[in-house]
Nanobody, 121 residues
Framework: QLVQSGGGLVQTGESLRLSCEGS????????MGWFRQTPGKEREFVAL????????NYADSVKDRFTISRDNDKNTVYLQMNSLKPEDTAIYYC????????????????WGQGTQVTVSS
């Protein structure tokens, strides 16, 4: 089970941090990803972090603005979002995949409940 927190309404250029806490005792064995979805569109990859935290990957649209990190002692993954833009407006989901990471949302095993991020211009 993944429980998300954070999100909300901000203005262009501001920052937000999303959190996602897992209940699985083996959280550290899971690669974690963040995805986002807007109405009428498919869920798209945002960022991922491998179970060892040495492997991260970002969508081009968020590179250099978003940072994914994890704290395995707290079973939590974070998405720090800086310099937010209106096109970042979406519902954001965290997801967990056992072992190796993937950009494909269909390969993830568990999903958070989603949290709305709205960036006003």
């Amino acid at each position: 089970q993944l429980v998300q927190s954070g999100g909300g309404l901000v203005q262009t250029g501001e920052s937000l941090r999303l959190s996602c806490e897992g209940s699985e005792r083996t959280f550290s064995s899971y690669s974690m990803g963040w995805f986002r979805q807007t109405p009428g569109k498919e869920r798209e990859f945002v960022a991922l972090i491998g179970w060892r935290s040495t492997n991260t990957n970002y969508a081009d649209s968020v590179k250099d603005r978003f940072t994914i990190s994890r704290d395995n002692d707290k079973n939590t993954v974070y998405l720090q979002m800086n310099s937010l833009k209106p096109e970042d407006t979406a519902i954001y989901y965290c997801a967990a995949k056992y072992s190796r990471s993937s950009l494909d949302p269909s390969e993830y095993d568990y999903w958070g409940q989603g949290t709305q991020v709205t960036v006003s211009s």
